[in-house]
């Protein structure tokens, strides 16, 4: 079983920086990505960055040149960090891992408890 720990979040006031790290560990044969996804309140979850291991990125339009993901794949850890937060942003932030625990597994995915960020004044 693959397990995925958050930590990082608060509360922050508009234009602050918070930096969100995730730590997975269990049983993990491979990793296709980690990345990190958000539920604003009252809304659906919605993709925020991914990180693959070709170490290829993606991230939403409304966090471009805002948040940067990195990865630590010894250590089976992803970070995002977050400048320049709006109150927009405030949601529960989730950490996803795409992988498999065995080698005949197909790809599925993992999530943590979620944590929450708030920006506001």
């Known amino acids: 079983q693959v397990q995925l720990v958050e930590s990082g979040g608060g509360l922050v006031q508009p234009g602050g920086s918070l930096r969100l790290s995730c730590a997975a560990s269990?049983?993990?044969?491979?990793?296709?990505?980690m990345g990190w996804y958000r539920q604003p309140p009252g809304k659906e979850r919605e993709l925020v960055a991914v990180?693959?291991?070709?170490?290829?990125?993606n991230y939403a339009e409304s966090v471009k040149g805002r948040f940067t993901i990195s990865r630590d794949n010894a250590k089976k850890m992803v970070y995002l960090q977050m400048n320049s937060l709006k109150p927009e942003d405030t949601a529960v932030y989730y950490c996803?891992?795409?992988?498999?625990?065995?080698?005949?597994?197909?790809?599925?995915?993992?999530w943590g408890q979620g944590t929450q960020v708030t920006v506001s004044s």
């Open positions: 269990g049983r993990i044969f491979s990793i296709t990505a």
């Open positions: 996803n891992l795409r992988g498999r625990e065995r080698y005949w597994d197909n790809d599925s995915d993992y």
């Open positions: 990180g693959t291991s070709g170490r290829m990125t």
